[in-house]
Nanobody, 123 residues
Framework: VQLQASGGGLVQAGDSLKLSCAAS????????MGWFRQAPGKEREFVAG????????YYADSVKGRFTISRDNARNTLYLQMNSLKPEDAATYYC?????????????????WGQGTLVTVSS
């Protein structure tokens, strides 16, 4: 699976942003998908995950209630709607494809990664 993340940018605290991840290659709809983020000097952390059919979603506590992960298997695209952004949400965001149809929170479970898109949040 080849993944291409997009949609990052500079926003103010409280604003919204929607990230997209276009997938190509092997069948996208078979894989669970996830969003991770990494801020400078910090480890990559789980943000959200979604199962192969979109039936189950999972969120880090820090984004629960503000972020929404979704997918459109017909368009081979993964999304992350981010609302009420905070300065601490600033990071490079990565989309990733799980090796199976479910979604976990550990980066090691995801063999396929996009290149990352930068989100900057000013206070």
């Amino acid at each position: 699976v080849q993944l291409q993340a997009s949609g990052g940018g500079l926003v103010q605290a409280g604003d919204s942003l929607k990230l997209s991840c276009a997938a190509s290659g092997r069948t996208f709809s078979n894989n669970g998908m996830g969003w991770f983020r990494q801020a400078p000097g910090k480890e990559r952390e789980f943000v959200a995950g979604i199962t192969w059919n979109g039936g189950n979603t999972y969120y880090a506590d820090s984004v629960k209630g503000r972020f929404t992960i979704s997918r459109d298997n017909a368009r081979n695209t993964l999304y992350l709607q981010m609302n009420s952004l905070k300065p601490e949400d600033a990071a490079t965001y990565y989309c990733a494809a799980h090796r199976h149809g479910f979604a976990g929170s550990r980066p090691a479970e995801y063999p396929y990664w996009g290149q990352g898109t930068l989100v900057t949040v000013s206070s």
